[in-house]
């Protein structure tokens, strides 16, 4: 299983960004996606979380800003990033259990200028 994350960049605070994560097989079978970051001198932390059966979970600092969403389709899970803030920057990095297997993808970079 490869993941691909894409959309990061430099942005204003206050200003959004819209995440992707790109499965190489149907995400349908996957028990999780979630989103993790890692900041400058921090440890890695899980951003988001949506399993399976729909339900999502947010890190507390995110909720109601952050909003995960999939597409079956697409095979994609997208992280909808409103009003972020300069404490947002980190590599933001995507993360899948298939099989009973944590698959990680190579993360992509935001950027958030005060």
């Known amino acids: 299983v490869q993941l691909q994350a894409s959309g990061g960049g430099l942005v204003q605070a206050g200003g959004s960004l819209r995440l992707s994560c790109t499965a190489s097989r149907s995400i349908f079978s996957f028990n999780y996606i979630s989103w993790y970051r890692q900041g400058p001198g921090k440890q890695r932390e899980s951003v988001a979380t949506i399993t399976s059966g729909g339900t999502t979970n947010y890190l507390d600092s995110v909720k109601g800003r952050f909003t995960i969403s999939r597409d079956y389709a697409k095979n994609t899970v997208y992280l909808q990033m409103n009003g972020v803030k300069p404490e947002d920057t980190a590599v933001y990095y995507c993360?899948?259990?298939?099989?009973?297997?944590?698959?990680w993808g190579p993360g992509t970079q935001v950027t958030v200028s005060s």
């Open positions: 993360n899948a259990e298939y099989d009973s297997i944590r698959h």
